[in-house]
């Protein structure tokens, strides 16, 4: 009698376990709002449609409908075409884009794609002056606020504040107008070539994002930083949003393009990642 007697003493006690956890877990579960995890998740791409703002002389996004609706064997189906220049709304410049012997698109490594993340705020300047370039003073001034330096591996985020222009295209690139002349009526916030080559020199980030239509700023002729940035193979996000949803430090990037073999940019799914104490 005594094996069948611990044997069902062992079944009891496990039962008995199993339940506790699993009123423990539901517990947890109670104690967690269903939108914490949704909320700590901050897409930062914008999306693709017929207001998508392009380069003045690139292929705009076109939808074209394949098939939506009923078939006749009675299930319903839809299916698009679509078609869109490498360089348009929420994308990503691979470094080949300004460098001879950069990486392309499908060539940039992952981990240069996700991980630690800052922002740099710079839109009290930039809101008030549309050419504005972003210095090393203000890389500076960010460490020391943060009081850090810009940490090894991070992405970096650039807000301006243009985004609250998107996609007014007379607000957020100067002009509506398009074609080669349209270029010189390009106004809007980027990065000096100055800062640029401080960061590549001073600091190692892995990668970079603006929330404007270019690293560079409108009225560049040379596009300076994006060669000093790119030839290091250091790619850049474009046309980013809701960085004002984001805090100056204490965030992940996970920003993943378009695997174009050879492309020199890609159409790019960006989201940010919160820290619980954010």
Not at 88 to 109: C, K, L, Q, Y
Request: hydrophobic share 40%.
């Amino acid at each position: 009698m005594k094996p069948i007697f611990f044997f069902s003493l062992i079944v009891i006690c496990l039962l008995a376990y199993c339940d506790n956890k699993q009123r423990a877990t539901q517990e947890i579960n109670k104690e967690i709002p269903k939108d914490t995890i949704r909320e700590r998740i901050i897409d930062l791409s914008y999306v693709y449609s017929d207001e998508t703002v392009y380069w003045v002389t690139a292929q705009e996004f076109k939808l074209d409908t394949v098939f939506k609706g009923q078939t006749d064997k009675g299930f319903y189906y839809s299916a698009n075409n679509f078609s869109s220049a490498e360089h348009g709304g929420t994308h990503i410049d691979a470094p080949i884009h300004f460098a001879e012997n950069g990486m392309s698109v499908d060539e940039i490594p992952l981990e240069k794609l996700m991980g630690k993340a800052i922002k740099i705020n710079v839109s009290a300047k930039a809101l008030n002056n549309s050419d504005y370039q972003i210095s090393i003073d203000d890389l500076k001034a960010w460490e020391t606020k943060e009081k850090t330096t810009i940490p090894d591996g991070s992405i970096v985020l650039l807000q301006t504040g243009f985004a609250k222009y998107y996609p007014n295209k007379v607000k957020y690139l100067g002009t509506d107008e398009r074609g080669e002349l349209a270029v010189q009526k390009l106004h809007f916030p980027g990065l000096s070539e100055a800062a640029a080559k401080w960061l590549v020199e001073n600091r190692n980030i892995h990668a970079i994002g603006i929330d404007t239509p270019s690293i560079d700023y409108g009225q560049s002729e040379y596009f300076k930083s994006h060669v000093v940035l790119l030839s290091q193979n250091i790619p850049a996000f474009e046309n980013l949003t809701n960085l004002d949803k984001l805090p100056n430090s204490g965030f992940e990037i996970i920003a993943l393009p378009m695997k174009i073999q050879g492309g020199s940019g890609a159409p790019l799914r960006i989201v940010a990642i919160l820290n619980n104490s954010h």
